[in-house]
Nanobody
Framework: QVQLVESGGGLVQPGGSLKLSCGAS????????MGWYRQAPGQEREFVAA???????DYADSWKGRATISRDKAKNVVELQMNSLKPEDTAVYYCAVRPTNWAALSRSMDDYGLWGQGTQVTVSS
């Protein structure tokens, strides 16, 4: 049974930074593409960033230049460093695993078949 556990969320002021972590098994981290998504109240879940098993990364346009996704196999985590946070970034952030064509990057939520429970990020002054 594969399990994903997100952590690192919290309250931060506009312009601040947070680093989120997604814990997974070593096998999952070494084989599968991993993604980060967010969902605000009343909104659809939307793509934030993804990292393939080979190390390639992809970011939503609104995150380019202010977010970095990385994989730390020693700690069994995928991390998302977020900078210059804005109030509109307030949402629940989820990590996910792509179970099919797992070595390829994807922005499509439908390509991800396993989701964590999410961690709340609140950006407010």
């Amino acid at each position: 049974q594969v399990q994903l556990v997100e952590s690192g969320g919290g309250l931060v002021q506009p312009g601040g930074s947070l680093k989120l972590s997604c814990g997974a098994s070593a096998t999952v981290l070494s084989i599968y593409t991993m993604g980060w998504y967010r969902q605000a109240p009343g909104q659809e879940r939307e793509f934030v960033a993804a990292i393939a098993s080979g190390g390639s990364t992809d970011y939503a346009d609104s995150w380019k230049g202010r977010a970095t996704i990385s994989r730390d196999k020693a700690k069994n985590v995928v991390e998302l460093q977020m900078n210059s946070l804005k109030p509109e970034d307030t949402a629940v952030y989820y990590c996910a695993v792509r179970p099919t064509n797992w070595a390829a990057l994807s922005r499509s939520m439908d390509d991800y078949g396993l989701w964590g429970q999410g961690t709340q990020v609140t950006v407010s002054s």
